[in-house]
Nanobody, 126 residues
Framework: QVLLVESGGGLVQAGGSLRLSCAAS????????MGWFRQAPGKERDIVAA????????YYADSVKGRFTISRDNAKNTVYLQMSSLKPEDTAVYYC???????????????????WGQGTQVTVSS
């Protein structure tokens, strides 16, 4: 497992942008596929985006396609989520997750991840 620490959340107006970061420490970061999830009050934790070990493959939930971009810098042990054109319905706690993966594929379900960050709040005002 790895230790994950998210940062970059905050309050933003609708239409604005935020960039979330997730710094990893522990075992080899490049051996992990990474993902971003979010959970709004009273709702389940849903996947937002995922990225493969090398960054060569990505996955996005339909609700964020064209607005969010996931990326990673293996030299810095960090994964990012660039969020643009934010909507009030994007308001949630955002979690970073890491999952071991032998191939260069993505993990698009929570069950595939074994390490989670503490979460960072994103609030989008209308």
């Amino acid at each position: 497992q790895v230790l994950l620490v998210e940062s970059g959340g905050g309050l933003v107006q609708a239409g604005g942008s935020l960039r979330l970061s997730c710094a990893a420490s522990g075992r080899s970061f490049s051996s992990y596929a990474m993902g971003w999830f979010r959970q709004a009050p009273g709702k389940e934790r849903d996947i937002v985006a995922a990225i493969s070990r090398t960054g060569g493959n990505t996955y996005y939930a339909d609700s964020v396609k064209g607005r969010f971009t996931i990326s990673r810098d293996n030299a810095k042990n960090t994964v990012y989520l660039q969020m643009s054109s934010l909507k009030p319905e994007d308001t949630a706690v955002y979690y970073c997750a890491a999952g071991p993966k032998r191939s260069d594929g993505v993990i698009d379900t929570a069950m595939g991840y074994d390490s989670w960050g503490q979460g960072t709040q994103v609030t989008v005002s209308s």
